[in-house]
């Protein structure tokens, strides 16, 4: 819980400095800000309590320390560039399965994170837009109460950066039909999907899109016709996905990381000494990980240890494990059997 709270006050911290004593929050986006603040509490809170699983501490643990060792850090940030690039900006894993599948994952978060630098510092106050005192149509853009950007509101930049939550829904959308079509379709996904775990999340980024579309529809086309209710009704689906982020399927958003962690603990263990089989002596794996792996298994109750040459199962390659397997059962049938 003390995790939890130390970001919720790191977060509310930097918002009462952004806006400036608040002066610059808005007020209609109030509840926005309390939903933010909670959902940074449930995930830092879950996210230390996922830290304290024995399997992810150690990889967490090992993931610093190889990334971190002095010989290797100028190749590893080197590795990082590459790997936050094709891993996690272009989607490489995603493209591989099936390149729909891979559109639909790309232009979701794509759109998310075009949505999330839009909004979230607005709704902080770390950034609002002024008239330019003495030219008409002309604005300034502050951020932390800092004058920095000017533009023209009939500019190209002013339609993009005023319409920019436009753009982010029109991609998620896409992103989601896509997905949605996959689900409905493929019988593979159709077999294993959950709706908490598969739809759900998927309803509710298309819904906020929406809501949020219809918003500038009836502010640009119609008038304000019914721009209220449609306020309310978008202000509902966003502050559902801030409550439920820390406890639904996005919470992996904040787990993905630590496959970077884990990129170079495999790096480290293949150009590390490779543990040898106790039955055959031929090398099958990293040291390192043999090594990690007894210890998480001991910190979880399970007891792997052997009487024969090796002293613990891990210490047998996968080959000399089913060996062991036929060996035992010739035993039971009274075939007889080499020593282990």
Not at 48 to 75: D, E
Not at 226 to 255: D, M, R
Request: hydrophobic share 50%.
């Amino acid at each position: 819980m003390g995790c939890g709270l130390l970001a919720t006050g790191i977060l509310g911290g930097l918002i009462l400095v952004g806006s400036r004593r608040l002066s610059h929050l808005d007020a209609a986006l109030v509840a926005y800000t309390f939903a933010t603040l909670f959902a940074t509490f449930g995930i830092a809170y879950r996210y230390a309590m996922w830290l304290q699983r024995p399997p992810t501490a150690m990889l967490w643990r090992r993931g610093w320390q190889v990334f971190l060792r002095p010989r290797a850090l100028l190749r590893n940030l080197a590795l990082l560039g590459h790997r936050l690039l094709v891993v996690f900006a272009l989607n490489r894993f995603i493209w591989r399965r099936h390149v729909a599948r891979g559109a639909a994952h790309w232009l979701i978060m794509a759109g998310t994170v075009l949505a999330v630098l839009i909004t979230f510092p607005l709704v902080f106050g770390w950034i609002h837009f002024e008239a330019a005192a003495g030219e008409h149509g002309r604005y300034v853009t502050y951020v932390f109460g800092f004058p920095t950007l000017a533009f023209h509101v009939d500019s190209l930049l002013a339609g993009l950066v005023f319409h920019g939550l436009s753009w982010a829904s029109l991609l998620v959308i896409a992103g989601v039909m896509l997905a949605m079509r996959r689900r409905m379709r493929d019988r593979d996904a159709a077999a294993l999907q959950r709706f908490g775990e598969d739809f759900l999340p998927l309803m509710l980024l298309f819904s906020i899109s929406v809501t949020g579309l219809m918003l500038v529809v009836s502010y640009e086309w119609m008038r304000g016709y019914a721009y209220e209710f449609l306020s309310i009704l978008h202000a509902v689906t966003v502050i559902t996905a801030l409550l439920w982020l820390p406890f639904g399927k996005f919470f992996h958003i904040f787990q993905r990381p630590a496959q970077l962690g884990a990129a170079f603990y495999k790096d480290a263990g293949e150009r590390g000494e490779q543990a040898r089989c106790a039955r055959c002596g031929e090398p099958y794996a990293s040291l390192m990980h043999v090594e990690d792996l007894i210890e998480v298994e001991r910190k979880l109750g399970y007891r792997y240890e052997l009487a024969q040459r090796a002293d613990h199962y891990q210490r047998v390659c996968p080959r000399c494990r089913r060996s062991l397997l036929a060996l035992a059962q010739g035993r039971c049938f009274g075939g007889g059997a080499e020593e282990v």
